[in-house]
């Protein structure tokens, strides 16, 4: 998703005007704030998959280790 959003990042936020109007500037303006704020957005959400898939990680391997502890006690 981050190569994704990458290679989304320059065609959304460099919005050319459709006229050389007022009205065109500041729409082209509107639509490249929001995709960079979509950017910045999306940088945090793959920060935070990143580390919840780390936690998943662990979170496993606490419970391997757990069970194999109690697969020894219990024989």
């Known amino acids: 998703m981050t190569a994704q959003n990458a290679t989304a ?3 959304t936020t ?11 500037a500041l ?3 509107q ?8 950017q910045a957005i999306s940088t945090q959400a793959a920060d935070v998959q990143q580390l919840f898939a780390a936690t998943l990680r662990a979170s496993a391997g606490s419970y391997a280790a757990t069970e194999a502890a109690n697969a020894v006690a219990a024989s």
Do not use: C, K, Q, R
């Open 14 to 24: 460099e919005v050319v005007p459709a006229a050389a109007d007022e009205v065109s």
């Open 9 to 11: 990042a320059g065609p």
């Open 31 to 38: 639509f490249a704030a929001h995709a960079g704020i979509y």
């Open 27 to 29: 729409t082209a303006a």
